[in-house]
C-alpha cells in the first residue's frame, strides 16, 4: 500500500529565510499531489495541488516541486515570516478511480522566528 | 458564506455510550469524507459518501457507523464498539472534478470520561 513520509521533526528557521519541507512516497505514481496548511486545532486548509506531468508549480511566495522518479514532492516557502508557522501535509491522490479519497503524511511543522 | 460546518467544538463520552458528530456543507459538493487525526499522525479515513444514500468503508471504519440522507449533512457516530475514540474528527468535502482538493471543517475533539 501507498506510504507516505514527511519530516517528523520540526523544522525551526529565521524569518526572511527561506523553508523546504519534503514528501516522500513508496509505491505508485499519484496523479497529483496536494499540500495544506493546518494550525493548531482547527481542519487542514488547500494550499497547492501539483499533477505528475508537471515538475513545479507556484502560488506567491510557495513553489512545490515534484520528482516522480525519486518518488518525493518539495514544498518551498520564500521570505518566511512567523505567521508562516503551522504545520504542514502533504496527500496523494488513492489510487481509486474518481472517489477523491486521499492519503496523508503526518505533517511537519514549521516554526519561523523573528 | 459558503462552507463546511462541524459541531460540536468538543464532545465527552462516557464508557459504552454512543455520540454523534455533526458535519454539514452549503458548497453543493457531492462527495463528503470523514478522517481522524491522533498527535503526531497524518489523516486517517473513517467513512466517505460520493452520493446521497450510498456511503463507502475508509482504512478504519471499525466502531463508526455513517448515513447520508441528505446532500448537506454526513453525521458521524463513534459507537461504544470503538475502545479508543480519543482523537480530533475531521469532516471534509468535494466537488465532482478528479482533481478538486477538500475542504475541511474545524474539526470536533471527541475526549472519553
Known amino acids: 500500500s501507498q506510504k507516505i513520509e514527511q519530516n517528523s521533526e520540526a523544522l525551526n528557521i529565521q524569518e526572511g529565510k527561506t523553508a523546504t519541507l519534503t514528501c516522500n512516497y513508496t509505491?505508485?505514481?499519484?496523479?497529483?499531489l496536494q499540500w495544506y496548511r493546518q494550525d493548531p486545532g482547527r481542519g487542514p486548509v488547500f494550499l497547492l495541488l501539483?499533477?505528475?506531468?508537471?515538475k513545479e508549480k507556484r502560488k506567491e511566495r510557495l513553489k512545490v516541486t515534484f520528482d516522480t522518479t525519486l518518488k518525493q514532492s518539495l514544498f518551498h516557502i520564500t521570505a518566511s515570516q512567523p505567521a508562516d508557522s503551522a504545520t504542514y501535509l502533504c496527500?496523494?491522490?488513492?489510487?481509486?478511480?474518481?472517489?477523491?479519497?486521499?492519503?496523508f503524511g503526518q505533517g511537519t511543522t514549521l516554526q519561523v522566528k523573528p | 458564506d459558503g462552507g463546511i460546518t462541524q459541531s460540536p467544538k468538543y464532545l465527552f463520552r462516557k464508557e459504552g455510550q454512543n455520540v454523534t458528530l455533526s458535519c454539514e456543507q452549503n458548497?453543493?459538493?457531492?462527495?463528503m469524507y470523514w478522517y481522524r487525526q491522533d498527535p503526531g499522525q497524518g489523516l486517517r479515513l473513517i467513512y466517505y459518501?460520493?452520493?446521497?444514500?450510498?456511503?463507502q468503508k475508509g482504512d478504519i471504519a471499525e466502531g463508526y457507523s455513517v448515513s447520508r440522507e441528505k446532500k448537506e449533512s454526513f453525521p458521524l457516530t463513534v459507537t461504544s464498539a470503538q475502545k479508543n475514540p480519543t482523537a480530533f474528527y475531521l469532516c471534509?468535502?468535494?466537488?465532482?472534478?478528479?482533481?478538486?482538493?477538500?475542504?475541511f471543517g474545524p474539526g470536533t475533539r471527541l475526549l472519553v470520561l
Open positions: 471534509a468535502s468535494k466537488g465532482q472534478a478528479f482533481e478538486e482538493t477538500q475542504y
Open positions: 509505491n505508485y505514481s499519484p496523479a497529483y
Open positions: 501539483i499533477r505528475e506531468n508537471e
Open positions: 496527500a496523494l491522490d488513492h489510487g481509486s478511480s474518481n472517489t477523491g479519497k486521499l492519503i
Open positions: 458548497l453543493n459538493h457531492d462527495a
Open positions: 459518501s460520493q452520493i446521497v444514500n450510498d456511503f
